[in-house]
């Protein structure tokens, strides 16, 4: 089988900058494009960042400029370094891949059990 698993998460104060990581454990031929999306308590779950297979990124309005994407393909592994960060950040952040080959078998729409970010004084 094939998991997601963030880290990073915490604490931060507003304007600070905090930097999340998400790997992929098992016998990984490719990923394709992944994602960072967050969900606030009360609110659904919504996106922030994608990135493809080739490195180009799409950012949500709300952290454009402030949030950055990136994959390191050779450990199987994606960030999002996160800065000036705002109380509205907060949130449960989870990764995601539309398509992970592994063994021979593609694994399709698969999650990470995400990490904590809160902002607050």
């Known amino acids: 089988q094939v998991q997601l698993v963030e880290s990073g998460g915490g604490l931060v104060q507003p304007g600070g900058s905090l930097r999340l990581s998400c790997a992929a454990s098992?016998?990984?031929?490719?990923?394709?494009?992944m994602g960072w999306y967050r969900q606030a308590p009360g609110k659904q779950r919504e996106l922030v960042a994608t990135?493809?297979?080739?490195?180009?990124?799409r950012y949500a309005d709300s952290v454009k400029g402030r949030f950055a994407i990136s994959r390191d393909n050779a450990n199987n592994t994606v960030f999002l370094q996160m800065n000036s960060l705002k109380p509205e950040d907060t949130a449960v952040y989870y990764c995601?891949?539309?398509?992970?080959?592994?063994?021979?078998?593609?694994?399709?729409?698969?999650w990470g059990q995400g990490t904590q970010v809160t902002v607050s004084s």
């Open positions: 990135i493809t297979s080739g490195g180009s990124t």
């Open positions: 098992g016998s990984i031929f490719s990923i394709n494009r």
């Open positions: 995601n891949s539309d398509r992970i080959v592994a063994r021979g078998t593609s694994w399709y729409n698969v």
